[in-house]
T-cell receptor, first 112, second 115 residues
Framework: EAQVTQNPRYLITVTGKKLTVTCSQN?????MSWYRQDPGLGLRQIYY???????DKGDVPEGYKVSRKEKRNFPLILESPSPNQTSLYFC???????????FGQGTRLTVV | AQKVTQAQTEISVVEKEDVTLDCVYE???????LFWYKQPPSGELVFLIR??????QNEISGRYSWNFQKSTSSFNFTITASQVVDSAVYFC????????????FGKGTRLHILP
């Protein structure tokens, strides 16, 4: 089954404690991205990657890092989380050039 | 720059009523895609429809229908005979294939269907 898998689904952490949210897709898609969703703001793109070892900033990249060492994986790294990064995060993948985008199930992160 | 506006922040209707969710988009590109997603209380994003800019035909899928009008840059979504299970947040979105496939989302409309 074609899917994007994020882990964990729920996470509560403390300010400053590094964390990684993993994302994996099994569709051999070139393009992957991360979004955050906040009430009243919709979803906003954090980072994207057009291929292995190619990553670029989206609209709200501050406080986040990503890596794309393999085509299937695109982890989101918060080196020093802060409460303003409490949000619902979605990973997405697409074959590119207008192909259909698949979203992960979402990760609800709370930073206290 | 691309933009999607969902002017209705929250709507409440009584079950079995029809309801239309409005979506207005902005882009200078001639080739683009429009989407609707549903987000139920469980939080996942459920894909409903994708429409490309060259296909202005309206679409109907069961109780759902979509009206795409390039002249007014609108892509409205109607639920006929609403049901409680339709209660969710609905997002309209836009992507342009030549612009990194980024999806630009509206802020969403929260729909309450009252029993």
């Amino acid at each position: 089954e074609a899917q994007v898998t994020q882990n964990p689904r729920y996470l509560i952490t403390v300010t400053g404690k590094k964390l990684t949210v993993t994302c994996s897709q099994n569709m051999n898609h070139e393009y992957m991205s991360w979004y955050r969703q906040d009430p009243g703001l919709g979803l906003r793109q954090i980072y994207y990657s057009m291929n292995v070892e190619v990553t670029d900033k989206g609209d709200v990249p501050e406080g986040y890092k990503v890596s794309r060492k393999e085509k299937r994986n695109f982890p989101l790294i918060l080196e020093s989380p802060s409460p303003n990064q409490t949000s619902l995060y979605f990973c997405a993948s697409t074959p590119g050039t207008g192909g259909l985008t698949f979203f992960g199930q979402g990760t609800r992160l709370t930073v206290v | 720059a691309q933009k999607v506006t969902q002017a209705q922040t929250e709507i409440s209707v009584v079950e079995k009523e029809d309801v239309t969710l409005d979506c207005v988009y902005e882009t200078r590109d001639t080739t683009y895609y429009l989407f609707w997603y549903k987000q139920p209380p469980s939080g996942e994003l459920v894909f409903l429809i994708r429409r490309n800019s060259f296909d202005e035909q309206n679409e109907i899928s069961g109780r759902y229908s979509w009206n795409f009008q390039k002249s007014t840059s609108s892509f409205n979504f109607t639920i006929t005979a609403s049901q409680v299970v339709d209660s969710a947040v609905y997002f309209c979105a836009l992507s342009v294939p030549d612009r990194d496939d980024k999806i630009i989302f509206g802020k969403g409309t929260r729909l309450h269907i009252l029993p």
